[in-house]
């Protein structure tokens, strides 16, 4: 089993940052991709910056310009600076990796989801 441990969520004024951080844990023999998305109430789960295959990275055109992802590779850890937030930004946000753990064994897994709010 592979657990993903997001921290970094809060409440925030208008125009400022946060960084979320995701450690992934557990059996790991590798991460095939890994990133963000976020859910506002009512609406569908979307995309907000993610690694995909090796390190190309992948931005809602939201977000571009304001948030940027990194990532530890020796610490199975991404993260995620947040910029000049806006209001829209307000949202869950949820950690996702498609990680491997064995030769047959292959699994998305989904954090807990922390909370991002900007005030006006």
């Known amino acids: 089993q592979v657990q993903l441990v997001e921290s970094g969520g809060g409440l925030v004024q208008a125009g400022g940052s946060l960084r979320l951080s995701c450690a992934a844990s557990?059996?790991?023999?590798?991460?095939?991709?890994m990133g963000w998305y976020r859910q506002c109430p009512g609406k569908q789960r979307e995309l907000v910056a993610a690694?995909?295959?090796?390190?190309?990275?992948n931005y809602a055109d939201s977000v571009k310009g304001r948030f940027t992802i990194s990532r530890d590779n020796a610490k199975n850890t991404v993260y995620l600076q947040m910029n000049s937030l806006k209001p829209e930004d307000t949202a869950v946000y949820y950690c996702n990796a498609d990680v491997r753990s064995g030769i047959w064994e292959r699994k998305d897994y989904w954090g807990q989801g922390t909370q991002v709010t900007v005030s006006s």
């Open positions: 557990g059996i790991i023999l590798s991460i095939k991709t």
């Open positions: 690694f995909t295959r090796g390190d190309t990275t």
